[in-house]
């Protein structure tokens, strides 16, 4: 654990040690910090009971910039006169072994304050690849790797994000995790820790926990002990405090017209995964794709209405100056009004260019006049599909009701329409799946070449095949399923390739773009893994991992050597979290963790998945128990309001602020 090398007062920069520092590494902007819209408040804003927020997004800053979550947390936090924010990003190797050398402490890209210094780091998962960079950001604060070795003058480490919703595998380097929506949480976490210091922070960092924990939606993994079964299995998970619940629920916001975050959206003064300013148009998903874990984890739907979206397209443009506006969510084209919603966004930005794009689109939702408007001021770029499965079958299987004459009608009409380039994604070693549902991609995607050819009369028609390995996540019903081992899954992969390749009239034109099977093993063992793969978490932080959501960084072979290592006392291994198929009668490591899913619901879907039934989405048809709406007290809030969108003349962006 790096050890400060002087003394310093609390909440003091550390900036000018790390500024010698950065002519020596790369992309030394990323450290800076300063970006428009960056917030830095005073240590002591809120007096002595200020509660101040480090927020890490662990990867490189270059991801986590845009990351919506941490920017949202971000503002709302700073908007209380009592509390502070700031963010802090993994650093690279280069920068870790400087800081290292020179006794420099993880530090805030806003006012380079120690992390350690704060009373609680906030961290967003988004993908379990990132725990060994929380290990790295731990270390290099000088904050003990395990909950159990703080002491008071140590921050809470603090879990959120989609991972967080099985935070087992990385338990032990946990205070606490917040399941669901982050807005109020936050909020009541920041309240908790404010009246505990207003009190003269009594009964000490237990009594802080033990508050929280007993709010019943914070999780705080060492108040619960997890009993095992001879054969590996998990008995039974209990509270070990008095008043601890039995199960922690997720936290659900409703009306996301009162949450209009970011108002302000940070613009990085470095290079970013995405160089455009973005607004969640609604929150949830409920199509039922049976592998998709952020669908189901975020039910129920709560749209935005068009005048609230308005509004945030309206107020950040103006904030930043991005001349894109990405319209976010799980399935964009599914917005109760986004024809209309398009449509006025593009009139009243017409003469100012600015763009509009969406995530990819659902083949069945797909219209031109969507297009259009989406490309209206900008360029025209590809089109992006996602069918999953490459066979009718498979498709059934994982509830994707999508056919391939859906698809075929969908491309037709892009390419009749001046499109080039389409881009289809897939999932490889689904369950059920064989080598001829994935062959099927082939031959799918040579039918859309020949379809593009044929309706356009050109000759440059392109189509690029994504194909991405499926991993069965937690709260979903393929949480039971067996995963594919890697070895089968590159087998497929290559039988695809060549499928694709040897084909002289269509091959050239099909791009064919995938990751090996391994990557995702991995990350299999840290989906649906408990509390003990977090010695094989250590085991390969010590060995050097980083970094591990990147392929030049990723060692397969160090995940399965320090695995074998770290559970060799163990009935249990690899195999075992990846390619075993769970009993419905088998405890699940975040079986106390509630998503609102009823776990008899998941596994009915399961079997059904098993006889190819299909599952409607209950925005539009009766509800079918899922038992999100009962269980968590909410409902499902879309529209069509009927509003429009004021105002509706058409607006030049005059007011831009430029950067200080």
Known sequence: MLQPTRTHRCGDSVFDRLEPLLPKVGKPIQYVGGELNATVKAWDCGGESTVRWALMYPDAYEVGVPNQGVMILYEVLNERPDALAERTYSVWPDMEALMREHGVPQFTVDAHRPVGDFDVLGVSFATELGYTNLLTALDLAGIPLEARDRTDDHPLVLAGGHAAFNPEPVADFLDAAIIGDGEEAVLAVTDVIRDFKDEGRPGGREELLLRLARSGGVYVPQFYDVHYLPDGRIQRVTPNRPGVPWRVAKH??????????????????????????????????????????????????????????????????????????????????????????????ADRYEESKVGLSLPSTRVDAFN??????????????????????????????????VTEEDLIRTVATAYANGWRQVKLYFMCGLPTETDEDVLQIAELAKRVIATGREVSGRSDIRCTVSIGGFVPKPHTPFQWAAQLDHETTDARLAKLRDAIRAD????????????????????????????????????????????????????????????????????????????????????????????????????????DSLSGVEVEDCRWTPCFDCGVCPQMDTEIQIGPTGRTLLPLTVSKRTDVREPA
């Open 252 to 345: 659900t916001v409703m009306d996301l017209d009162e949450w209009p975050y970011p108002k302000q959206p940070l613009v990085p003064l470095a290079e970013s995964v995405h160089e455009r300013m973005s607004v969640e148009i609604f929150r949830g998903c409920t199509r039922g794709c049976r592998f998709c874990q952020a669908g189901m984890i975020t039910r129920p739907v709560r749209e935005r209405s068009i005048e609230g979206i308005g509004q945030m397209v309206e107020q950040g443009l103006a904030a930043t100056g991005f001349e894109e506006v990405g319209l976010l969510s799980l399935s964009s084209a599914d917005h109760s009004e986004i024809a209309d919603l398009t449509k006025q966004l």
């Open 368 to 401: 031109i006049d969507l297009a259009n408007e989406l490309s209206r001021n900008g360029r025209r770029s590809g089109l992006t599909f996602a069918p999953e499965g490459g066979s009718e079958r498979i498709r059934k299987v994982i509830n994707k009701m």
């Open 504 to 607: 002289r009239r269509y091959g050239k034109a099909i791009g064919f773009r995938y990751h090996d099977g391994k990557p995702g093993i991995v990350e299999g063992l840290l989906s649906r893994g408990d509390r003990r793969v977090g010695r094989v978490v250590r085991a390969v932080w010590e060995d050097g991992g980083r970094f591990d959501g990147w392929s030049e960084h990723f060692s397969f072979d160090r995940w399965m050597r320090c695995a074998e290592r770290a559970l060799a006392d163990e009935p249990v291994d690899v195999d075992w979290y990846t390619t075993r198929e769970r009993d419905v009668d088998e405890v699940l490591p975040w079986d106390h963790l509630d998503s609102g899913l009823d776990k008899d619901w998941l596994w009915e879907d399961w079997q």
